[in-house]
């Protein structure tokens, strides 16, 4: 049977709320765009405009906890509210910043990390794109290879990431990298990058279609802080898994 077919009295007024947002703010034409939008990759520009829409109720980042900035749904309500989306043909948000990063923050970021980086992306001012598969290694994360080497309270990072899907559109990057040489999982950290910091560049990746949706990203001696860094030296790889579990729906804030 359906989830949905057992809804409770206050769940089942939830959906009807959803399908009377959607029915007022949901722009015929963008959903028809949408539609007819070859790539499954969600389109940044439509995908953002209707983050717009969603902004005023917080549902552009329904499961993140108000205290946060989000609306503190529960898991049921956000299960809701994309299927509704999803029947009604709403654009899909592009996920890096407020699917993945934004919950990984709330997790492992300090106070100060979070204040830096959470009203930007909630407001729509940062947008956010993943740097974890390399040349050579894919989507093998264990074999990971770009570096950060540690002077002081600085890293300077070189290597690059491939397949990274809207760099080109994005202000920042989060990368999975080694801060040691060796093969451990140990050796791997977890950092936050501006795109505009000196030696980032990126060149797009064009598929037979002559869409560009994924890029190769190269760092030559790019420098950031130690507050750049998510989490602890080592911690990358504990940290990548919490984020891919997000990307594969198997999380929710308890």
Known sequence: MHCLATLSDEEHAFRLDVRAFL??????ALAAADDRQR???????????WIDRLRPRRWHAGLWPREHGGAGLTPMQN????????????PAPPPMGLAYVGP??????????????LP?????????????????AG???ARVATFAARHGARYVINGSKIWTTDAHHANRIFLLL??????????MSFFLVDMKTRGVSVRPIRMLTGDHEFNQVFFDDVEVSEEDRLG???QGWAIARFLLEIERGSFVFS
């Open 139 to 141: 989507s093998d994360l």
């Open 79 to 90: 299960y809701i509210l994309q299927y509704e989306q999803g029947l009604a043909g709403a």
């Open 178 to 187: 080694r801060t040691r040489r060796d093969d451990s999982r140990e050796a």
């Open 23 to 28: 029915a007022r703010e949901l722009d015929p």
């Open 39 to 49: 790539s499954f990759v969600a389109h940044h520009e439509r995908g953002n405009r």
């Open 104 to 117: 990984t923050l709330i997790r492992y970021g300090t106070a100060a990390q979070k204040s830096r980086f």
């Open 232 to 234: 602890e030296e080592g």
């Open 120 to 136: 930007p992306l909630l407001d729509g001012q940062d947008h956010w794109c993943q740097g974890f598969s390399e040349p050579g």
